[in-house]
């Protein structure tokens, strides 16, 4: 491999990474446009300012591309060690890998990072925050800045292992992303159960025995109005148009109402 690019070099194109690989996102090419501003530095470097050849260069470059924006670390650290070799397909090669990668190391960034670390962590933080403690959020802070770091750390150690550390550590990642797909599910029935309050306010009467619908229904599925609340939520936002916006201020209506009228506890 080229020592053409210095640590400072890379930086700059990590750093350009961290802050738009999702500035300029669009439904056309997605994060191409931040991709291709973030390498600019080191593209520029490895062939010597050369505009026109630069220009069929990001030709390729600017091709769809789309994967977990942490993950996409790692894409960039490899994908500029390719092309420092200068090799006449080393352009070719790097879209190849990063259209081959991206798929994957998405799946596996968001099991790991969206899943398992954001999931759990707020989810402790939310439980303590509601016993009036912060010691939840401080910890969910600090393993962030270390996630963060890590990966850090990891553009520079994909850039000098290139292809090499990017095929062999998601083969190995690939348990973890199992693991952490099981146990965020997991917390997320937990947190159904535990943190979500829907009860009905319904009563029947059978002569002078009154039964509330709620434990009735509770009976059947246990926590029954926080299943089906959390169930029709989950279906709404697939629907055609629906955004999460849309779906709070829908639930805050129905809630009002539903209360006012006396169906919610």
């Known amino acids: 491999m080229s020592n053409v690019l210095t640590k400072k070099d890379l930086r700059r194109c ?22 291709v501003y973030s390498i600019h530095p080191a593209m520029e470097k490895i062939y010597d300012g050369d505009a026109d050849l630069l220009a069929e260069k990001y030709k390729d470059h ?52 969206w899943i398992m670390f954001m999931t ?37 150690v994909a850039y000098e292992q290139g292809v090499t550390f990017v095929t062999t550590r998601s083969a190995q990642l690939q348990h973890i992303t199992e693991a952490a797909s099981v146990l965020g599910l997991s917390v997320v029935g937990a947190l159904v159960a535990s943190t979500v309050n829907v009860k009905f306010g319904i009563t029947m ?14 009976s059947i599925i246990p926590h029954f109005g926080n299943v089906v609340t959390v169930a029709l939520i989950y279906w709404g936002l697939g629907r055609k148009n629906m955004t999460s916006g849309k779906m709070i201020v829908l639930v805050l209506v129905a809630a009002i109402l539903l209360s006012a009228i006396g169906v919610l506890a």
């Open 120 to 156: 759990i962590l707020g989810a402790i933080a939310a439980y303590m925050a509601l016993e009036g403690s912060i010691v939840g959020w401080v910890i969910a802070e600090v393993i962030q800045l270390v996630i963060w770091f890590a990966f850090y750390k990891l553009f520079f």
């Open 14 to 35: 990590l750093n350009r990474y961290i802050f738009t690989r999702q500035s300029p996102f669009n439904y056309e090419t997605m994060q191409s446009g931040g991709w």
């Open 205 to 218: 009467s059978y002569g002078e025995v009154v039964q509330p619908v709620n434990d009735l229904l509770d």
């Open 62 to 113: 600017f091709k769809f591309y789309n994967t977990h924006p942490w993950m996409g670390n790692i894409i960039l650290g490899a994908c500029i060690a390719i092309e420092s070799t200068k090799d006449p397909d080393a352009t070719k090669q790097a879209v190849e890998m990063r259209t081959a990668l991206m798929g994957p190391l998405a799946g596996i960034g968001d099991a790991i990072i």
